[in-house]
């Protein structure tokens, strides 16, 4: 049973208090014996036959306890979804109002987070702005205990995401208050505030008792989460509350702290016009970024090729760290750190090409020029649509995110495989939410910092072309370098001596040759190492990265892998093409596929004798 005195914490008080428990079974037992229970307690373990039992015989459903409380609101408080739909049949009053803080069952139920109960009274035509004596709507309760699913169906069934308690409250400052990721573990707990600020919430509004914004609640409560999120959807730092507090006063204690983190603590400087950035410009500290990798490679072979002393070499290459590491402090921006890895591949490339031109290709063969330019075509095509290609984006209106909400809650439940809180979709099979995208990708593989994109069921084989060129490019710049050095370093004289010899030979006659074969030959292998592991999953397991990275996380994958048709079908599939005679699946299909049915008309899974189709 659950104390009937549960109290949420009042605006002033800043202390963590949680519903208590007693030892009622989650379960019914099948073995226990009901037939000594009354009905109030028969509600509270679930005992269904017991209940109709009683009510057959008489009872009242309706009658309330000592406490004033009803059959449904232990049935609710318990999460007795059966019994609550038969309280509900036979006349239960579901607004009825009962225990020492005049809750009705919808309060009880979104206290406790038990949304099946919840959606089932809301059906059944429960009044979710009803108040108890603390003056707190449903939504208030489901925000205060990180009840995200709740919140988001409350939402989606028309409740004001600002409406205010009896303090002036609302939803979003309870959340950035109570919920912090250090107080709750469940799936939910880190997402009420995101949530209610994608759908709507103002991060503006402030109490009648302290006059806090929901920012200034995150930071009394060290809720570094919420701090990031509210600062990010653009709360204002400015705003003070009634003792001259503003979020930033608040804060400025903080800044660098660990429990704050370095990208808030960049962000209050940025929006203090403090950061140690030399230049304020966002578009000018991008160029200075995407720039960097491009003179910085130039500069590593340009200090290399030059006929200075080896001491005086490493010390300008020690000099060119110090100013790289200057140039992150002043004038890079954390949060642009994303294009670096894009910046450094497209200067290696750069710096290749014009190798080529001036030095490589004076003497490379005929049939090398032809394989760099035919090779070059669809090397740049599939990386501009590896690049800025859909790689199968899932995106709703706002009015289908909130059908989606209201249809997952009322059948099932907000379960992490079937629904993102953070785009309010639900997620099609083999589909993740991308962290650094932050949007889910249908079919995901991985997010690529190469090309600055997810790879999904769009992108996959533009991407697997793109490292097949690449790794193509790799072998005929290494082969033209091989000539050049035949043609320029070794010579008659030296072609007796060990290949150790010739190598120091080569890196001494052109040390800007060597510093580009060196880097062409670490492309080669990491490029090769990657095609050859994204053939393998493709073709012999038929799974994405993400899949073999995390098998164990998702259910489908419990009884083998449900995604294996054979090499052939997993090509066909994967090239969206006929092969042999076998009808590959259209990629679109996986932004439309929800779950996975059983049939006989597909081929048997590994290591399993069930048989599956895509729905």
Excluded at 26 to 54: C, H, M, W
Excluded at 566 to 592: E, H, M, R, T, Y
Aim: glycine share 6%; charged share 15%.
């Amino acid at each position: 049973m659950y104390t009937l005195s549960i109290r949420a914490t009042c605006p002033g008080d800043y202390n963590e208090e949680e519903p208590k428990k007693t030892d009622i079974p989650t379960a019914p037992r099948s073995n226990q014996d009901y037939s000594r229970f009354d009905i109030v307690k028969a509600t509270q373990y679930g005992a269904l036959e017991r209940v109709t039992e009683l009510v057959d015989a008489g009872a009242d459903v309706n009658e309330p306890d000592a406490e004033t409380v009803t059959l449904l609101h232990w049935a609710a408080i318990n999460n007795r979804t059966e019994i609550v739909k038969y309280l509900i049949a036979k006349g239960a009053n579901v607004d009825a109002i009962g225990g020492e803080l005049s809750s009705t069952p919808l309060h009880w139920a979104a206290r406790q987070g038990h949304l099946p109960t919840f959606s089932i009274l809301m059906r059944a035509g429960a009044d979710p702005s009803l108040r108890d004596s603390e003056g707190f709507a449903c939504i208030h309760l489901a925000a205060q205990f990180g009840h995200t699913g709740i919140v988001a169906y409350l939402v989606a069934k028309g409740v004001n995401p600002n409406d205010p308690d009896r303090s002036s409250m609302t939803p979003l400052m309870w959340s950035a208050f109570k919920v912090n990721s250090q107080n709750y573990n469940c799936f939910f707990s880190l997402d009420p505030t995101r949530l209610l600020l994608v759908l709507g919430a103002s991060h503006s509004l402030t109490d009648i008792i302290h006059g806090n914004t929901a920012l200034h609640w995150a930071i009394i409560a060290k809720n570094n989460t919420a701090i990031h999120t509210l600062i990010t959807h653009g709360a204002s730092l400015e705003i003070a509350n009634f003792q001259n507090e503003t979020p930033l006063s608040l804060l400025r204690p903080h800044i660098g702290a660990a429990w704050l983190g370095a990208k808030i603590s960049h962000e209050i400087r940025e929006r203090q016009g403090r950061t140690r950035a030399w230049c304020k410009d966002k578009r000018v500290r991008w160029y200075c970024m995407v720039s960097t990798p491009f003179i910085v490679f130039y500069l590593i072979g340009l200090i290399f090729q030059s006929n200075l002393d080896y001491l005086i070499k490493l010390g300008a290459f020690l000099i060119l760290y110090i100013a790289v590491y200057v140039a992150k402090m002043y004038l890079f921006d954390e949060r642009l750190f994303h294009i670096l890895p894009m910046s450094i591949y497209l200067a290696t490339k750069m710096w290749i090409y014009i190798t080529w031109i001036f030095w490589l290709g004076i003497h490379a063969s005929w049939y090398l020029w032809v394989l760099l330019a035919v090779g070059s075509v669809p090397l740049w095509l599939c990386f501009i649509q590896s690049w800025r290609g859909d790689p199968g984006v899932i995106s709703a209106t706002h009015e289908d995110k909130l059908n989606t909400i209201v249809e997952v809650a009322e059948t099932g439940g907000f379960e992490p495989q079937g629904f993102c809180t953070s785009c309010l979709v639900r997620r099609p099979i083999r589909s993740k939410h991308c962290s650094s995208c932050d949007r889910c990708v249908a079919r995901f593989d991985h997010h690529c910092p190469w090309i600055n994109n997810c790879i999904g069921a769009y992108n996959h084989k533009y991407f697997l072309g793109f490292l097949i060129s690449l790794f193509g490019l790799c072998m005929v710049i290494l082969a033209a370098t091989v000539q050049f050095w035949k043609h320029e370093c070794w010579t008659s004289t030296s072609s007796d001596k060990d290949p150790d010899d010739s190598f120091a030979t080569a890196a001494t006659c052109d040390a800007w040759v060597m510093w580009i074969a060196v880097n062409t030959g670490l492309h080669s292998i990491w490029v090769g190492a990657l095609l050859l592991c994204q053939l393998y999953q493709i073709i012999v397991l038929g799974m994405t990265t993400n899949e073999r990275m995390n098998a164990g996380r998702y259910e489908h994958f419990k009884n083998g892998n449900p995604f294996h048709r054979g090499a052939i079908q997993n090509l066909a599939d994967f090239c969206n093409l006929n092969l042999c005679g076998v009808k590959g699946k259209p990629s679109a299909d996986w932004l439309n596929s929800f779950e996975i049915k059983r049939s006989v008309e597909k081929l048997p899974l590994l290591n399993t004798k069930d048989n599956f189709q895509y729905v």
